[in-house]
């Protein structure tokens, strides 16, 4: 999770950007797990499209293999960001409880496990 919340946007990242702000990308689908396709600095011009279309009616960015930035309960499916449980050195405080069943032992990072 550390490395994640490090991670720098590439140079694909920032084409990426051009992009979806000049209106020729309207869905941006990404197997990375790192979040940065959702960070707000990628995002910020994705709105102000100079094309005359509808907004999409579905995410702009489809993480297909999910983000390390959120946990799902495997025992009741809520979500809660990591961060929640984090402490300011990146590192898990103590054992995550799921807020919803208070279960200890089921929390994951919210990726694709294959």
Same mark, same amino acid.
């Given at each position: 999770y550390q490395e994640a919340r490090q991670a720098e946007p590439t140079? /694909? =990242?920032?084409?990426? #950007? @051009?992009m979806m702000s000049s209106g020729r990308l309207l869905r =941006?689908?990404?197997l990375n797990i790192d979040g940065l396709a959702t960070t707000p600095s990628? &995002?910020? &011009?994705a709105s102000s499209s100079s094309v005359d279309t509808m907004p999409p009616a579905e995410?702009?960015?489809?993480e297909l293999h999910g983000s390390?930035? #959120?946990?799902?309960? /495997?025992?009741c499916g809520a979500a809660l960001p990591t961060a929640s449980v984090? &402490?300011?050195? &990146?590192?898990f405080t103590k054992l995550p409880s799921c807020p919803?069943?208070?279960?200890? /032992?089921?929390? @994951?990072f919210r990726v694709l496990l294959y």
């Amino acid at each position: 999770y550390q490395e994640a919340r490090q991670a720098e946007p590439t140079l /694909t =990242h920032r084409v990426l #950007q @051009r992009m979806m702000s000049s209106g020729r990308l309207l869905r =941006h689908y990404t197997l990375n797990i790192d979040g940065l396709a959702t960070t707000p600095s990628f &995002n910020s &011009n994705a709105s102000s499209s100079s094309v005359d279309t509808m907004p999409p009616a579905e995410p702009v960015v489809v993480e297909l293999h999910g983000s390390l930035h #959120q946990l799902i309960c /495997t025992a009741c499916g809520a979500a809660l960001p990591t961060a929640s449980v984090i &402490n300011s050195s &990146n590192r898990f405080t103590k054992l995550p409880s799921c807020p919803e069943c208070s279960d200890d /032992t089921c929390l @994951r990072f919210r990726v694709l496990l294959y």
